[in-house]
Structures are given as C-alpha cells and as structure tokens.
DNA sequence: GTGAAAGCGCTAACAC
DNA sequence: GTGTTAGCGCTTTCAC
C-alpha cells in the first residue's frame, strides 16, 4: 500500500476529479462546462470530502447527519475532517433535494421603524434557535410592490411567510394564492376577511382606553389622527375611538376626525388645520408619525402640551419618556408579536398548529406620561 | 388530430407525468419518492409549464431568460403562459445550477437600532431594484454569532455579505477566511487591519468637531463616553476627542472617559458616577445608547441641560428635536450608507470595481440643538 | 429554432 | 455499516 503526504493527497483528489471530468469530455466530446473545473478547485464539497476520507458520499452525508446506520468511529471521522476543511453542505443541493429552505420570508412596510426593526428583531431570535434564516423585505406601503414579492417567494424560495400587510393593500386574491401554497402568518396589520393565523394586539380596547384616559383628565373634545384605515387593525382602533365617544355622550363630529395624507408636511399641515380650527383638547393618534407633528404644530401655535392640548398615541418610541413633554403611549409588545408570529410559523411546519384560521391578541400596554396629564 | 379542453389538457399532462414516474417505479422495482407525486400535482414546474405548451423544458427555459435562439411568437406564448399558470422558477435549482443565489446578507448587530435598521433600508432598497434577496442576522454584539453566522455562509448561499462588526469581534481569522470565498463590504463598524473593502463616516473629525463645539460653547471639561473601542469606528472617535482636547490644551483625564459597560444598568451607574464625580460641563457620547442615560442621570442629580451640562452624541435618532432639551447630534447619514455599500457589493458581482482595499468615508452631520446651546 | 441529455451537490432508496 | 445510483428543477451543450 502506497502512503502519501496530507498535501499529495489532495492532489491525488485533485487529480481524481479532474481525470472523472476529462474521461467524460473525451467520452462525449464535449467542451467542460465553463468555470467546472475551477469550481471544483475551489469550494469543499461532500465529495472531496468523501474523497479525502476515502469514503464514499452517502456515508458522509449520513455521518453528518448523524444517521443510526453509521459507526460512530466513522461519524468521528468525518465531523473532524468535514470541520478541519470548514465543510458546510450546499444549502441549495439540499434544499433542491429536501424540499425545504430552512428560510423564512418577512414582509413589512418599513424596516425603519420602531415597530417593525422591534419585531424583526423578535423574529430574527426565534429563527436563529432553529437555524433558520430570514429573508427581509419591505413594501414601502405599496400593494404593488408586496404582490410582487408575495409572487416571488411561491417558488419554494421559503417555508413559510410572516407579513405584516400594507395600507394600501387590496389585491387579496394574490395572497390567497399564496397562502394556499406556503404557510402565511400575519403580525398586527392584518384584514379580518382573508383567512389565516393572525397575530395581533388589543387594538380596540387599547383605542377605547386611551379615550377613556383622556376623558378622566379632563378632555371635552377628542380629536383622531387616523392611519392604517384600509385594514383592520386600523378600523378597530377607530371604531374603539368611536364607541368611547358616545360612551361619554360625545358628539361624533367627523371634522375631529383628521387623515392621513400622502407625505408628512401634507400630515403636518392636515394636523395643524385640525388643532388650530377645532380646537380639540385631546388627540389620540393611530400611529406614531402622525404624533410627532402635533408637537411642532402645538410649538408653532404656542400652545401647551397637555395643558392645552393632551396627546396620546399608538408608538414604540424608545425614548417616549424623554420628548418635551414626555408622550404617552400605547405601547404594542412589538418584539413579543415577532417571537410569537414565528414561533406558530415554526408549529405549522411540524404540524403542530391546528387552527388554520386563529387569532391570536396580545395586549399593549398604556404608559402614562406628561403629555396627558391633568392640569387644574 | 385530437383537440383537448383546457382542463383535460391538465389532467393529460398530470397523467403524463405520472405515467413516467409509474413506469420507473416498474421498471426499477422501487418505491416512490414520497411526497413525489404530491409534489407533481401541487406546485407548476417547468416540465408542466413545457407540457402545457407543447414545447421542451430546454426551449421554455430558453424563452424565459429571452435568449435570441428562440422566435418571438414561441417567447410570447411562453411568456403569457407562465404569467397565467403563475410560474416562478424554483430558485434552488437555478442557483444550484448556476452557482448564482441572487441573495446577499447583511449581517449587523442590532436590528432595532436607528442606524441599522435605515442602513437595512438602503440595502433593500438596492437590492430590490436589482431583484436580489436580502438576509438579516443579528449577532447581538457576540462574535461567537458572528463567527457562526459567517460559516453558514461559506457555503454559496449567498453572493455577498455586508457586514457591520460586533463589538466583540476578536476572530479576524474567520473573517479573512469568508472574505477568500465571498465578497465582503464591512460598513460602519469596521477593522482597519482587516483587509476589504468599507464604508464608514469621518469618526475622527466628526468627534474632533463635536469636542470644537462644546468648547465655542463655553465647556471647560468635556467627558467622553466610550463604545465600540474594540473597533477602529470607536478608536477614531476616541483619537478624535483626545486630539481636539489636546488642541485645545485641556488635560488629558482619563477619569473623564467612561467606558460602556456590560447593561444599561450598569451604564446608568457609570454615567450617573461620572457627572457627579467628575463634573464634567461637557458629554461627548460615542453611540446614542449611552447619552440617553446622561438626560436620566442629569435629571436625579437636577442638573440643567445644557447650563450644567452640555450634551452632544453620535445618533440617528429622528425625533431628536423632540427631547427635552432637544439633543445636539452627530448625524450619520445611515441609509446612504447601505446604499452604497449595497452598491459597491453589485459592482464587485459585475466585476467593476477594482480597490479590494478601498475605505470610502461618508460625512456625518453635525446638528446643533439644545442640548449644547451657549448659556450666559 | 427546438429537443435531448448531462450535471450542479446532495440525499433517499436500494443493494450488499 | 457502507457503496451505488437516481433524481430534486433548472440551464447549458451539443445535435439536428
């Protein structure tokens, strides 16, 4: 038996491949494909690994795979030779094999948001303890633009989807395509009237006590900073709006009631119109960016938070307690909406989710601050 | 000839698929894959989309990349039918394939931060336009993570990593490692001794320039707070603090710079014992994590902000404005950056960029607010 | 201009 | 316990 040196055996592995590639080629006659050869120069794959351990590649893919057939004297083996040539299997060869990408898709309108960078963060924990990985995509709100990565992903690019819908989002048919085809959960901008697991927060309720919040600090007069009025979460946060005003025998005058324009100095203007004419003592906004131009709004018409003007808002600001004056807020457990949006997404791959069309609500939580505070 | 309605066409070509693996199966005595034939009759692939047409794979493939061999009247009908039958090509076979994954990573290690997540942004951004994939780890400032995260990714999964470094980065060798297999742009938060090509801002002079700041506005002892000093981004804020002490003949106290410490518990005490301690008139602040502390701490030991104290850090944060008092900052253009590190990624795909050693440094902004303003 | 067939790297099925 | 082989869906080479 001929011995050789670490270095002349891989060239003898090397060579081995080659001489398989340059058999064929004369065999068929054909040119090598393009960059064949410098591929199999350059990346480690089972073969050469399998090679190298004179083994063949089956019995390295099981020994990796920690399969009952392999001795564990060979399982040893080949971990140590697959770590020592920092061997990872081709996920795309698996994938193709298995059927399964180990990826999950996020869908969100904006990344660069408290909210969303909150829940991804969440997401992201969950999908790293199972060695997932995680695709992120965002739509910018626009429903053209998310049926568009919706149409992208039916391909078995990923295991499931977590989406968090646009405002602008009509096109249900597309999704309902695609949740036929590859499981979908959906994280607190949802649409009751598509079928699906959803997770979202109390947003009635949380509406209804925001109100009812300003109503005990004395407010006469709330107005609303409408968003997200084309999807659920959005509607229920109004209707709570809606139904704490005639709980208190508040006239529902819809001139209180101020939406969501195209751009933020369309919003600024919208809002200031809003507090300079009616004259509301309490605003309760739907979403944080439409809270922070109050505040400029009430510095250019001098008037005082909260003696003038009490303000509240739907937010996952971290910093809420340091703005002048501090803001109250409907804080959303944002971070608790990703972990439990991928950890059911993870339950419907092992079969272990049975309510195809559950909602699951968790709730958001009231932190009182300055800018609601009661002034006599 | 026969002529067959659409939806007996369907079941012929499902029977003839069938057909095939039936007579396989026969021929070799084995089982059937098992999802296989599940498979066939759930998603569309290729083969069905060439059935359907009448046509090979080879020729439908040819039509959908828009190759010149193939007429257009064969192009159009192929195309309209793969928009009909909403054909996507599964990913994993084309990138196996091809060795092309059309994704890239970004690796950094906070999602929830203002800087990544407008980073992110302009990643996504570039890569959507280029109808790239982009994927999102966190390695919460663990270079064990980082490391792990970086092996997984050795093995084509990705065509590119874009990189922010964690604090803790200490495994340079791992790092050069990936960059030999995978094209790497580090941004932001990067190592001078490891080769590659960055993207960063002028730390340097925009901590030199903050330091400036203070002292034309009156500040006599200027404390620093210390991140990131594993990392060359910290070690040139610091140089720039240090060197604009210097020039301004101020001692130079070690007592007056503190370091980040393992919580924000931590920190707070740290900062808190600091402003009491030493009596510093002036905070430079190396991230915003650590300035937000110092309104807290000014706020138990009832100092004013900016007459005792004058505040000024490195930050993204968009309602600056909004603190109380506003908070002057170094404004790092975040989502710029993703963007050209996104964009110099794509050029090193298509082979047009020639500097594997090039920094590029983008300017931060300096914005004056309240927290430093000149109290006489 | 179109079709047949090989092969990307991996793994399941079967053989021994 | 290990080896051989086929095939995941796609693209490319060669044949016609």
Redesign the pocket.
Known sequence: MIKFSKSEKIKTCFYQIESIYLR?RLR????L??N?LF?EMG?I???KLACEL??????V??A??DSH???SE?KARVLEMAKKLNYE??PF??N???QKSKTIAVIVPEIANNFFSLAINGIEDVARERDYHVLIYQTHESSEIETSFLMRLLSGRVDGILISLACETVDKEHLRKVSDQVPVVFFDRVHDDIEGVKITTDDYESAYNAVQHLVENGCKKIGYLLALNTLSTGKKRLQGYLDALKYNHFPDDRKLIVESGINSDENYALIKNLIAEQKPDGILSSIEDLAMPCYYACKELELNIPADLKLISFSNLAHAELLSPSLTTINQPAFEIGVEAAGILFKIFNKRWYEPNETIILKSNLIKRESTRAVF
């Open positions: 064929k068929n006659n054909r040119t494909h393009t064949k591929q990346g794959n089972i073969k004179n083994l063949s590649a089956a019995t893919s099981r990796l795979r057939e392999i001795s060979t299997p081709n060869a698996s193709l094999r298995g």
